[in-house]
Every structure is written in structure tokens, then in C-alpha cells.
């Protein structure tokens, strides 16, 4: 692949104290704040990323055989700070499906536990990054 085929940017511009502005290629905007504010912090908006992430996955697949009739998700961890510094531990994502009755809810039922487990291991980019985890360069321009 070439780099313009893998490479995912956003941009950040400070638009108040504690107060950010995430904005995508695509022309998309996500306020990010320090805690004092309704916005997302960035820690929030990784366990965000980790929902969506799965969420997409897994409706893909599950959507094929039925389509849920509920669809939440909850991503959760506790922030410490150890020897290491600042991080998350005990990152649990739970998916609360409800499909309809019938064959396809049945068989969407069915995939549910393989599909997790898809999800987790190989599909979900957000996880498998946080999992492997890969080194996060911070530079000056």
C-alpha cells in the first residue's frame, strides 16, 4: 500500500482553555475538552474509539443474517497512574444486542461470541493497536 492509501490524519486546533477542535479530512469536527467541559476527553474518546470500533465490526458481520433491533455498547477501564505513568487497565468492551426472533436473529445470535472474538483479535484496528502495543512518537514541526 502506498502511503497515501494507509496513512490516517487529523488536525487539532485549540479553540478555547482546555478546549480543542479535532477535525478530520472529511471536513468532520469533534470537540475535545480537559474534563470541565460537556466534551469528550481523550480518554473518553479512546474508550470511544474502541466501541465504535467494535461496533462497526460487528454490526458488518451480524447484519448480514439480521439486523439488531438494539444495539448498545459500553467501553469502560480505570485511569491510574503507577511506575509506568498514566494509563488505562481492565479495558472491557460489552455489547448489548437484541436481535428479532427467528432464523436471522437466531444465526446472528449464533456468530455473536466468534465475531468478539474476531473483533478483538484480528479486525478492530483501535484494539489491536492498544493490545500490540504500539509505540506513540511525539515531535515538534
Same mark, same amino acid.
Given at each position: 500500500m502506498s502511503e497515501r492509501e494507509t496513512l490516517r490524519r487529523i488536525r487539532m486546533t485549540k479553540i478555547g482553555d482546555g478546549r480543542f477542535m479535532a477535525t478530520n479530512r472529511r471536513g468532520g469536527v469533534l470537540p475535545v475538552g480537559s474534563g470541565d467541559d460537556p466534551d469528550f476527553t481523550p480518554v473518553e474518546l479512546l474508550l470511544a474509539a474502541l466501541a465504535g470500533c467494535g461496533a462497526i465490526d460487528v454490526e458488518l458481520i451480524t447484519g448480514k443474517r439480521a439486523q439488531a433491533?438494539?444495539?448498545e455498547v459500553t467501553a469502560e477501564g480505570d485511569k491510574i497512574r503507577d %511506575?509506568?505513568?498514566?494509563?488505562?487497565?481492565?479495558?472491557?468492551?460489552?455489547? %448489548?444486542?437484541?436481535?428479532?426472533?427467528?432464523? !436471522?436473529?437466531?444465526?446472528?445470535?449464533? $456468530? =455473536?461470541?466468534?465475531?468478539? !472474538?474476531?473483533?478483538? %483479535?484480528?479486525?478492530?484496528? $483501535?484494539?489491536?493497536?492498544?493490545?500490540? !502495543?504500539?509505540?506513540?512518537? =511525539?515531535?515538534?514541526?
Amino acid at each position: 500500500m502506498s502511503e497515501r492509501e494507509t496513512l490516517r490524519r487529523i488536525r487539532m486546533t485549540k479553540i478555547g482553555d482546555g478546549r480543542f477542535m479535532a477535525t478530520n479530512r472529511r471536513g468532520g469536527v469533534l470537540p475535545v475538552g480537559s474534563g470541565d467541559d460537556p466534551d469528550f476527553t481523550p480518554v473518553e474518546l479512546l474508550l470511544a474509539a474502541l466501541a465504535g470500533c467494535g461496533a462497526i465490526d460487528v454490526e458488518l458481520i451480524t447484519g448480514k443474517r439480521a439486523q439488531a433491533t438494539s444495539f448498545e455498547v459500553t467501553a469502560e477501564g480505570d485511569k491510574i497512574r503507577d %511506575d509506568q505513568g498514566s494509563h488505562l487497565t481492565n479495558l472491557k468492551v460489552t455489547f %448489548d444486542l437484541v436481535f428479532p426472533e427467528g432464523e !436471522g436473529g437466531d444465526a446472528a445470535r449464533a $456468530v =455473536m461470541p466468534r465475531t468478539l !472474538g474476531q473483533v478483538r %483479535d484480528r479486525l478492530c484496528t $483501535v484494539s489491536r493497536t492498544v493490545a500490540i !502495543g504500539e509505540y506513540v512518537e =511525539m515531535a515538534e514541526a
